[in-house]
């Protein structure tokens, strides 16, 4: 629980750290591309969807009496809030893999300038800078296929009766495991600690893991700040792997 609770603060702290002098500019392109993704996704969504919905909500009240009109704004009404709600569960899900594959080269040059500011001295992998750039959207596509490998079995779990009671709680528990593994990759990564390495070593600090990805959840969850999530997960694993982690690896 004392690690549960360290890696807790860790992420806590990675959002503190975001208004730092030295890392605004690697915070603002990540935050650009994920509002540019999510406003696109949304902004699809609703085109091709929209019209849609307002011929449902207009079908489905048709046959009330004029005045019981206030029943139909009602339930027409209602349906766009759950479309609207549906709408972002299905964004948050599907195009928050696509922002973080297109935001990895960045996250990456941000975890090293704050390992830098950290410690000093930036972190020296042996690899170029642009090798890295090139091979880290490959890495993020390992992560995913690592995510689904566990996330189908898992899914299937809601489907079992009895079993499905419990499901939610496994899930949120994979959920912040996975969190924790995907943004401890960039500091990690930047000294040439390949996805499976990295697992091994959480492995030994589960509760350090679990602590941090779970902060990251809320934050994913909470709008307005589900947009500054993401680099401040990186600042925070970041933080994580210079004081815990890098002493354990070396």
Same mark, same amino acid.
């Given at each position: 629980?004392?690690?549960? &609770?360290?890696?807790?603060? @860790?992420?806590?702290?990675?959002?503190? =750290?975001?208004?730092?002098?030295? =890392?605004?500019?690697?915070?603002?392109?990540?935050?650009?591309?994920?509002?540019?993704?999510?406003?696109?996704?949304?902004?699809? %969504? /609703?085109?091709?969807?929209?019209?849609?919905?307002?011929?449902?909500?207009?079908?489905?009240? #048709?046959?009330?009496?004029?005045? %019981?009109?206030?029943?139909?704004?009602?339930?027409?009404?209602?349906?766009?809030?759950? $479309?609207?709600?549906?709408? =972002?569960?299905?964004? /948050?899900?599907?195009?928050?893999?696509?922002?973080?594959?297109?935001?990895?080269? $960045? !996250?990456?040059?941000?975890?090293?300038?704050?390992?830098? *500011? =950290?410690?000093?001295?930036?972190?020296?992998?042996?690899?170029?800078?642009? &090798?890295?750039?090139?091979?880290?959207?490959? *890495?993020?596509?390992?992560?995913?296929?690592?995510?689904?490998?566990?996330?189908?079995?898992?899914?299937?779990? /809601?489907?079992?009766?009895?079993? !499905?009671?419990?499901?939610?709680?496994?899930?949120?528990?994979?959920?912040?495991?996975?969190?924790?593994? *995907? @943004?401890?990759?960039?500091?990690?990564? !930047?000294?040439?600690?390949?996805?499976?390495? *990295?697992?091994?070593?959480?492995?030994?600090?589960?509760?350090?893991?679990?602590?941090?990805? #779970?902060?990251?959840?809320? +934050?994913?969850?909470?709008?307005? +700040?589900?947009?500054?999530?993401?680099?401040?997960?990186?600042?925070?694993?970041?933080?994580?792997?210079?004081?815990?982690?890098?002493?354990?690896?070396?």
């Amino acid at each position: 629980m004392w690690e549960f &609770k360290d890696g807790a603060h @860790y992420a806590i702290r990675g959002l503190s =750290l975001l208004t730092k002098p030295g =890392l605004r500019r690697f915070v603002i392109m990540p935050l650009l591309i994920n509002i540019a993704v999510f406003g696109s996704a949304l902004w699809w %969504l /609703f085109s091709r969807l929209g019209p849609r919905v307002s011929a449902w909500s207009e079908a489905a009240v #048709s046959w009330l009496p004029d005045w %019981l009109g206030w029943v139909s704004t009602m339930l027409s009404g209602l349906m766009w809030i759950v $479309f609207g709600l549906g709408a =972002l569960v299905v964004v /948050f899900y599907l195009f928050s893999a696509v922002a973080n594959l297109l935001a990895a080269p $960045f !996250n990456g040059l941000l975890a090293e300038k704050v390992e830098a *500011q =950290l410690t000093g001295t930036a972190p020296d992998s042996s690899v170029s800078i642009w &090798k890295e750039i090139a091979v880290a959207p490959a *890495q993020e596509l390992g992560k995913l296929f690592y995510f689904l490998v566990w996330a189908i079995p898992l899914a299937v779990l /809601f489907l079992i009766p009895g079993i !499905n009671l419990a499901a939610p709680i496994v899930w949120g528990v994979f959920s912040a495991w996975m969190l924790a593994l *995907q @943004y401890l990759d960039y500091p990690l990564g !930047n000294h040439a600690i390949r996805f499976k390495a *990295q697992r091994a070593m959480m492995r030994q600090r589960r509760g350090l893991g679990l602590g941090f990805g #779970s902060v990251v959840m809320v +934050l994913t969850t909470v709008p307005i +700040l589900n947009f500054l999530a993401m680099p401040a997960a990186v600042v925070g694993a970041t933080v994580l792997w210079v004081e815990k982690l890098k002493s354990e690896a070396d």
